[in-house]
């Protein structure tokens, strides 16, 4: 759908019901906490990954100055039934486009109930508020471009928009983060990936998804997973700080997935670290003191994974941002990527020896994949990890996103529901 043509704004218009975009403008309102601000000094903003407004208004403080939202945390609203009348009223609207596609009715009622929930919770808690794109859009640039920046439209000043890391993910955030449109480019977990996302595409924000790499490393008994997470979180921050200091690129590093409380003195003066409101409950729980806290940036915990291991199966590519993959992204540079395709961006990827980072997948691999759920299984994939043919990176990148799709798959579903009960 086109950006501002009738039926958008006829959608913007049915998602801001309910809710301004913008503030209460009453942040003043919310307690504050000697831990939270002390975080805050150590230079980390902090955000609740969370869409859960009870949950969210239960450990808020003025610290927070952002919510992270995604395909599953917005699902578990719509499973509730809480969208259920709007849903209604967007399959009544987009009734009145009978030449609209089963396809494209799915990306609207999708865009309309993510804008919708975000701007309540930007009511709410005065928050900036990721929201993400439909997932079938990862490999599709015109269509993740034009979402991007519908999402910006309604609410600019508090709106980033997620997209998550593939190759047309990296030309679609490249062209909207030069028309000024804060990305936060998703589903990271190494210092290299997010290198050369900050170096080519330059979004607001690149991430790294912790808690994921520790249960890889634990659940496939390849050690006790300690800091594995923290570690690529912490040298991607460096690496991060490294493109801002020396190229004038402003994306700043988001450390999430976190489990655990203690976690978030683990990354202490990290760009940003969102967590899940329990996470956050469970730190300020825990009985550590504001000067207890220092800045961790700059150190690399041991990983808790079994050295030969880690050597035969090439993890350390989690923390080390290796010369041929600067090479990499100096050369993209020199490239016109307005003419790029995701084809030939992956080929350009392979021809400088980076093409474990941006696979291109077979039905078969996402299939296994999907099957796995978030963590996957080192028997299905030990010997093309051990080749170099798969990054630990990009496999765990695969494996986020198929959570993401699977949850949704269960979003359109409870649409089509409710499209069904309307027409009868």
């Known amino acids: 759908m086109a950006h501002d043509s009738e039926l958008d704004r006829k959608t913007r218009q049915l998602a801001r019901e309910g809710g301004r975009a913008g503030s209460n403008g009453k942040p003043a309102a919310w307690p504050s906490h000697p831990l939270w601000r002390r975080m805050r000094e150590l230079g980390t903003e902090l955000w609740l990954d969370s869409g859960d407004i009870d949950a969210i208004s239960e450990v808020w403080t003025r610290e927070f100055t952002g919510l992270t939202t995604n395909n599953t945390l917005l699902n578990r609203e719509i499973q509730k039934g809480t969208y259920d009348e709007l849903m209604q009223k967007a399959v009544e609207l987009l009734d009145d486009y009978p030449l609209l ?124 997973g300690l800091h594995v997470g923290q570690r690529a979180a912490l040298a991607s921050q460096e690496a991060i700080r490294r493109l801002r200091a020396e190229g004038g690129i402003g994306t700043r590093q988001i450390a999430a997935s976190l489990r655990e409380g203690r976690q978030v003195a683990d990354l202490a003066g990290v760009d940003v670290i969102t967590m899940p409101p329990r996470v956050a409950k469970e730190f300020v729980d825990s009985g550590i003191e504001p000067e207890d806290l220092r800045d961790m940036t700059g150190e690399l915990p041991d990983a808790g994974v079994d050295e030969a291991k880690a050597r035969s199966l090439n993890i350390h590519t989690l923390w080390d941002v290796a010369d041929e993959e600067i090479a990499c992204a100096e050369a993209l540079e020199r490239e016109r990527l307005e003419r790029f395709t995701p084809v030939r961006l992956r080929g350009f990827f392979e021809r400088h020896k980076c093409g474990s980072m941006l696979v291109k997948w077979t039905d078969g691999q996402v299939q296994v994949s999907a099957d796995e759920g978030k963590i996957p299984r080192l028997d299905h994939w030990e010997q093309a990890l051990a080749d170099g043919e798969v990054g630990l990176d990009s496999l765990m990148s695969l494996a986020g996103w198929n959570s993401f799709h699977h949850d949704q798959q269960a979003l359109d579903q409870r649409v089509e529901q409710i499209q069904a009960s309307v027409r009868e």
């Open 101 to 224: 596609a089963d396809s494209d009715r799915k990306l609207e009622v999708a865009y309309i109930l993510n804008t919708h929930h975000a701007l309540r919770l930007v009511e709410k808690f005065d928050a900036h508020v990721s929201v993400e794109e439909h997932t079938s859009l990862s490999d599709n640039v015109e269509g993740a471009i034009n979402y991007a920046r519908r999402f910006h439209a309604v609410c600019p000043d508090h709106f980033y928009v997620k997209i998550p890391f593939s190759a047309a993910g990296l030309l679609a955030t490249r062209r909207v983060a030069e028309e000024g449109i804060a990305i936060n480019h998703t589903l990271g977990f190494s210092a290299r990936q997010n290198y050369l996302i900050a170096a080519i595409a330059r979004p607001a924000f690149v991430n790294v998804f912790l808690g994921r790499l520790n249960s890889f490393v634990a659940d496939n008994a390849l050690g006790s």
